[in-house]
């Protein structure tokens, strides 16, 4: 099957930021275009704003005149509902009110022919319960576009209970043809992205919540070491502390307030004050003229040890081995024992598995990065108990390295470790459930939240067995749940690597990520 015809026009319902930039994209697509609001006169001005976007295009050498005069000519605004009538789709972009979107969509089926695809852009409402309104919920679908819509590649196409698979299939590849990236996904909570981006926020919250690091430091160290382009403080700040808040607990209420999807006391405090990030100039960090930027936590210059023993095979560190080397810094191995990094004395830098320093005799942990060549901050932590010695030696490796180096409290897991390893196991487990793809969960979270990895590639690149241990670990310290393994984890730390992708099939700007409802 293929998309939607350009001859057919494309009806949008709602005329707010997210309206206007749905329209822009199907009225470039070359489809005509119908704008409904509402409010009497908004469609009109909403078609002019739309008008104004297209010849700033041209203004930016990014279109034609020629083109940009057509696409204008194509653009309408209906006064009636009823003027909706000749739409091959319609997409609703109106209230996050599933009451007041089913009164919408059964008053659009007594008006569309019956060939016309009805959509919604619903970002955590159940395509399912709005559809239930419907005598055809066959030709319902959800179509969840990302802030801003003509610049973010990615759409969720969301099949509810009742969907027709050749309506999804019509939808995904009038998105493709939209020049966007489309993604399939069945009716569950927060579909993929506002699922699986979870963690993300939480695991930094939480990390403050237990007195780790500050925020600035936990942003900086997810940044500059986990190859994330913004840190969840700085981009909850971006979003809307309410707004984010609000999807999180949406997500943890429908999936009956699991562990897993736990909300942040200290960002609920944050909102019960006001301080809602850039829109009220203050959030995590201020906004005021004058207000100083954040600054992470960085240790004083150490010395490096001049030489080291490497005790087994560092896994996802072994790049470290020869980055010592090119150092300058002597470097022996032992095969047998480990894994970590033997420093003088008898202290040991180990990669972050879940368990804490003060367990053990005099041990420092590094947290888990990207690319640790690429890296330009590494975290430690260390309890009260390591010795003085020992964390001044593991912070002058990484100096010696050509890292700056952020001391942490003796958390679990650390900070990107934690965090990757609780994105793999929620991507896993919506994987299991047939909540979407591999393949599409990983396209999802790259093209819609800018991750550097997909959860599962980043699977496959640490080891199978890597996010299973860690968050078994994890949450022998930290029990109730939230931390326990998936049985979707536990199963994938057992299959077979090459079969990783058996059942996959076929499903951008450089942002931030900061999607409006993350």
């Known amino acids: ?42 469609a009109g001005e909403a078609a002019a704003a739309v008008a104004d976007r297209v ?31 000749g739409a091959g789709l319609v997409i609703e972009a109106i209230l996050e009110d599933t009451a007041v979107k089913r009164e919408l969509f059964a008053a659009l089926e007594g008006v569309v022919a019956p060939d016309c695809v009805l959509a919604t852009n619903t970002s955590s409402l159940s395509v399912t319960e709005i559809a239930a309104v419907l005598k055809q919920p066959g030709r319902f679908v959800g179509l969840h576009f990302f802030n801003p819509a003509p610049l973010l590649p990615l759409v969720e196409v969301v099949s509810g209970f009742a969907t027709d698979p050749a309506v999804a299939q019509r939808v995904h590849d009038t998105a493709l043809a939209w020049g966007k990236t489309p993604v399939r996904c069945a009716d569950t909570p927060g579909f ?13 919250f939480a990390v403050y919540e237990e007195r780790g690091a500050d925020p600035a430091t936990i942003d900086a160290v997810l940044r500059e070491s986990g190859g994330f382009k913004m840190g969840p403080f700085e981009l909850t700040d971006l979003i809307g502390q309410d707004v984010n808040e609000a999807v999180t607990r949406s997500v943890w209420e429908s999936f009956f ?16 004050s006001g301080r809602l990030g850039r829109k009220s100039g203050q959030g995590w960090f201020s906004y005021e003229d004058g207000a100083a930027a954040p600054r992470p936590h960085t240790a004083d210059p150490e010395e490096a040890p001049a030489a080291v023993t490497v005790v087994g095979d560092l896994g996802p560190a072994a790049d ?8 300058g810094i002597e470097v022996a191995t032992a095969e047998t024992g480990g894994p970590y990094i033997q420093l003088p004395g008898e202290g040991q830098l180990v990669l972050a598995d879940g368990k804490t320093s003060v367990e053990f005799a005099d041990v420092v942990y590094f947290d888990l990065a990207l690319d640790y060549a690429a890296a330009t901050r590494i975290a430690l932590s260390a309890s009260p108990d390591t010795s003085p010695e020992t964390l001044a030696a593991a912070v002058g490796l990484f100096q010696k390295l050509g890292k700056q180096v952020s001391v942490i409290g003796d958390v679990p897991g650390m900070i990107v470790a934690r965090t990757v390893a609780m994105l793999i196991d929620l991507a896993a487990d919506a994987v299991e459930r047939g909540a979407a793809t591999a393949e599409d969960v990983d396209t999802a979270m790259r093209k819609g939240v800018n991750y550097p990895m997909g959860p599962w590639q980043w699977h ?19 029990p109730g749940g939230r931390y326990a393994p998936s049985l979707a984890l536990f199963k994938a730390s057992y299959a077979d690597p090459g079969a990783a992708h058996a059942e996959d099939v076929d499903g951008a700007a450089d942002g931030s990520g900061a999607e409006a409802d993350a």
Request: aromatic share 4%; hydrophobic share 50%.
């Open 1 to 42: 099957m293929t998309g939607i015809e350009r001859s057919r026009a494309v009806a949008v319902v709602g005329t707010g930021t997210m309206g206007q930039g749905i329209a822009q994209v199907a009225l470039l697509a070359g489809h005509p275009v119908l704008l409904y609001d509402a409010l009497p006169g908004r």
């Open 460 to 478: 496959e690149t640490l080891g199978q067995d890597w996010a299973y241990e860690l968050l078994h670990n994890l949450d022998e310290r930290c």
């Open 192 to 204: 993929i992205v506002n699922r699986l981006a979870r963690p993300f926020y939480a695991e930094a």
């Open 320 to 327: 470290l081995v020869d980055l010592m080397a090119e150092a």
């Open 257 to 272: 307030r699991s562990p897993k999807f736990l909300p942040s006391l200290a960002q609920r405090r944050l909102v019960q």
């Open 55 to 85: 010849e700033r295009l041209v203004a930016k050498g990014r279109l034609d005149r020629a083109d940009a005069d057509a696409a204008i000519g194509r653009i309408g605004a209906a006064a009636e509902l009823a003027e909706l009538a």
